[in-house]
């Protein structure tokens, strides 16, 4: 993932509700989102070379998502896949804050990354580069390749869109159209994340385009104060369009 928009125990009838984009280069192999056939509680995209995923939820409601930290001076070939840390979670049955604070020691052989985890009771998140678990605070919360909140522009207008969809008692509309976000900052907004300015203003859009590297999915994830998952993924071609589409509804178990 590279952009997550989330309201936690913010919105009258949902208790979480997830707006992601993954962006990632178009040759990486890829399943598009189900019910995985060798854990069939988990409901994820899987990353074929790897494995593990980038956002998930089980049929109990444990949650998971993760998004690369971009700094090009600290990438290592050697390091572990990062869609193995979303898997983890969902297959543990440890408590989010808990499962953070065993990734302390673990963290280095990664490279760097954000991951939020939740198990319907509690939502938390671990920056590699903080090092440490903290809890999510009900509200509305971005994330996109640094901190938690870090007001870079497609974060903040991220937010915004979320907190608008708040009082929607159908807000998947809302969250696609963020999703589907072509706006690009001025230079002067931009951050420096050592990637050169031209790639800055490429990333900069929540929706990314290219026949090499771009949006590969966009998400909208919802889970009712009753318990009722809905889930949509849409799987965007390297022009930004719909080219596939998959559901899923159940209620957590």
């Known amino acids: 993932m590279c952009l997550?928009?989330?309201?936690?125990?913010?919105?009258?009838?949902f208790s979480l509700v997830v707006a992601a984009n993954?962006?990632?280069?178009r040759e990486r192999p890829t399943e598009a989102s189900g019910w995985w056939?060798?854990?069939?509680?988990?409901?994820a995209g899987r990353d074929l070379r790897a494995g593990g995923t980038w956002m998930g939820i089980t049929k109990g409601g444990r949650f998971a998502?993760?998004?690369n930290f971009r700094d090009p001076s600290d990438?290592?070939?050697t390091a572990l896949s990062r869609g193995n840390l979303v898997a983890d979670f969902l297959l543990a049955?440890?408590?989010?804050?808990?499962y953070l604070a065993s990734l302390v020691p673990r963290a280095p052989q990664f490279n760097g990354f954000n991951l939020i985890v939740g198990d319907g009771k509690s939502l938390a998140y671990f920056g590699s580069?903080?090092?440490?678990?903290?809890?999510?605070?009900?509200?509305?919360?971005?994330?996109?390749n640094h901190l938690l909140d870090e007001p870079w522009p497609k974060v903040t207008r991220a937010r915004l869109a979320m907190e608008a969809a708040r009082g929607d008692?159908?807000?998947?509309?809302?969250?696609?159209a963020l999703l589907s976000d072509r706006n690009v900052a001025s230079d002067g907004e931009l951050p420096d994340t050592g990637v050169g300015i031209a790639w800055e203003r490429r990333l900069a859009p929540a929706l990314i385009t290219g026949e090499e590297y771009g949006t590969r999915s966009s998400t909208v994830l919802t889970v009712s104060r009753a318990g009722l998952v809905t889930w949509e993924e849409r799987t965007l071609d390297a022009a930004g369009g719909d080219s596939a589409v998959r559901n899923a509804s159940f209620r957590v178990s």
């Open 169 to 176: 008692p159908k807000p998947a509309p809302r969250l696609f």
């Open 129 to 144: 580069r903080e090092s440490t678990a903290r809890d999510i605070e009900p509200g509305v919360h971005g994330l996109s």
């Open 22 to 25: 993954r962006d990632e280069w």
């Open 4 to 13: 997550i928009a989330l309201a936690w125990q913010s919105h009258p009838e």
């Open 93 to 98: 049955d440890s408590s989010p804050h808990d």
């Open 37 to 43: 056939k060798d854990h069939p509680e988990i409901l």
């Open 75 to 77: 990438k290592r070939t």
């Open 65 to 67: 998502a993760v998004t």
